[in-house]
């Protein structure tokens, strides 16, 4: 694990701080853009060996073609992180609507 490098996950977690990368279960670093076809598609490799399964924020941004869900998705918060609440809280999501709504 490099401590230099801060690498943000495709979920919005900074990889560095994440138990599944400190635990070796995540590789880091991935969003859904083209530029990192190669190692999302490594990382989705490594999550079905090690989780039998990929990450459902993972799969949707590489499908939508986004980088970052929270930064980049119009849809944020949707349906995946409200049945889920991973990485995020129930009490964040609704802050963060809360705070996006018109006035």
Avoid: T, W
């Amino acid at each position: 694990m490099n401590e230099e490098r801060v690498c943000v996950a495709a979920c919005g977690v900074c990889c560095s701080v994440c138990g599944l990368y400190l635990k070796e279960i995540c590789l880091p670093y991935g969003s859904g853009l083209k530029r990192d076809e190669e190692v999302v598609k490594k990382k989705m490799e490594e999550q079905v060996k090690k989780l039998g399964h990929v990450c459902s924020i993972l799969e949707c941004v590489v499908e939508k073609g986004i980088g970052y869900y929270m930064r980049d998705c119009p849809e944020f918060p949707c349906k995946l992180y409200e049945e889920y609440f991973f990485p995020y809280s129930e009490r964040f999501l609704q802050m963060y609507k809360a705070r996006i709504a018109p006035l």
